[in-house]
């Protein structure tokens, strides 16, 4: 399997433009999780879903921040209107429904907001 | 308050042992774990260690359990400049039926040639 792929990579926009950033789990992985990583702080979980549905998005900062799964192998996180602040780096994890529970990470997207 | 506290930073010479530090709160976690996160890079799962156990051994790692103190050690034996990088303890929260991770906030971790 080629792990979480996400895209894309770098991402910069400027300032009230809408933002997209794409996930596609490990194939068999019922779980789907988005983080927000940034050096003040660290590593936040936004939502997750089980088995394409959100099971808890209270990590989402506002209503700026949609997030979706259409189907198995397919999930999005939208910001709109982006802001600064946005500038991150956004990771998609997924996992196993089993233990050991252990979550697998993709190479994640830098957003830069202008 | 943090659920999982770590130092920020610690420095070795290559060629000595690293031990990174960890403290959690949850004690019904039932699994611990040790990612680590090299630059431009996702979080890699390095090891984990079920709660029923004090020590996990895996070639040059070394994990530690008290779970009296819920303390979480990682050893890295012959530190390498390729160990450079973050290292992330996480525990697992249990709620309604599922299960997900707290990490902490990462020990950088620079090896000294």
């Known amino acids: 399997d080629a792990g979480v792929i996400q895209s894309p990579r770098h991402e910069v926009t400027e300032m009230g433009q809408e933002v997209t950033l794409r996930c596609k789990p490990i194939s068999g992985h019922d779980y789907l999780f988005w983080y927000r990583q940034t050096m003040m702080r660290g590593l936040e979980l936004l939502i997750y879903f089980n088995n394409n549905v959100p099971i808890d998005d209270s990590g989402m900062p506002e209503d700026r921040f949609s997030a979706k799964m259409p189907n198995a192998s397919f999930s999005t996180l939208k910001i709109q209107p982006s802001e600064p602040r946005d500038s991150a780096v956004y990771f998609c994890?997924?996992?196993?429904?089993?233990?050991?529970?252990?979550?697998?990470f993709g190479p994640g997207t830098r957003l830069t907001v202008l | 308050g943090e659920d999982v506290e770590q130092s920020l930073f610690l420095s070795v010479r290559e060629g000595d042992s690293s031990v990174i530090n960890c403290t959690y709160t949850?004690?019904?976690?039932?699994?611990l774990y040790w990612y680590k996160q090299e630059p431009g890079a996702g979080l890699q799962l390095l090891t984990y260690?079920?709660?029923?156990?004090d020590m996990k051994q895996d070639q040059r790692l070394t994990v530690l359990l008290n779970k009296k103190d819920k303390h979480l050690s990682l050893r890295i034996a012959d530190t390498q400049t390729g160990d450079s990088a973050i290292y992330f303890c996480?525990?697992?929260?249990?709620?309604?039926?599922?299960?997900?991770?707290?990490f902490g906030k990462g020990t950088k971790l620079s090896v000294i040639p």
């Open positions: 996480a525990e697992i929260h249990s709620g309604a039926g599922s299960y997900q991770l707290t």
């Open positions: 949850d004690s019904s976690s039932t699994y």
């Open positions: 994890a997924s996992r196993e429904a089993g233990g050991p529970f252990e979550q697998f």
């Open positions: 260690i079920f709660s029923n156990m």
